[in-house]
């Protein structure tokens, strides 16, 4: 599989494990649906950006680092919006960026890639 596709697909599912975590805080338990929407598109983003960059740079630690600083920013972006639960919103973001950015670099490389 491309890395890209890699990248997208391993982050929406990651995303809505990251959207899952938000049962664990019972105040915004009423809108999970859209938490798990927002955080698979979030996820997927936050895939292409760590897939485009394995198809160009082939460093696992780069990889992990890119992936885990988008992570971080969309994560922030989140929160900003939310006005509260920072660390609740970016821990579980920036662990799926450097998920992606690992397992992006961790695919050979092919000639479609």
């Known amino acids: ?10 982050g929406g599912v ?3 494990f990251d959207g ?3 049962w664990f805080t019972p105040e915004v338990r009423s809108e999970i649906a859209g938490i798990l929407v927002g955080s698979c598109f979030k996820g997927v983003l936050t895939g292409l950006a760590a897939g485009i960059f394995a198809r160009k740079v082939n460093n696992i630690p780069a990889g992990i680092l890119v992936g885990l600083i988008v992570g971080l920013v969309l994560s922030f972006g989140v929160a900003q919006m939310q006005g509260k639960y920072y660390f609740e919103i970016m821990l579980p973001g920036s662990i799926l960026g450097a998920i992606v950015g690992f397992a992006t670099q961790k695919v050979p490389q092919t000639q479609a890639s």
Do not use: D, E, H, W
């Open 20 to 22: 899952l975590t938000a």
């Open 1 to 10: 599989m491309k890395k890209l596709m890699i990248g997208i697909v391993l």
């Open 14 to 16: 990651l995303g809505i």
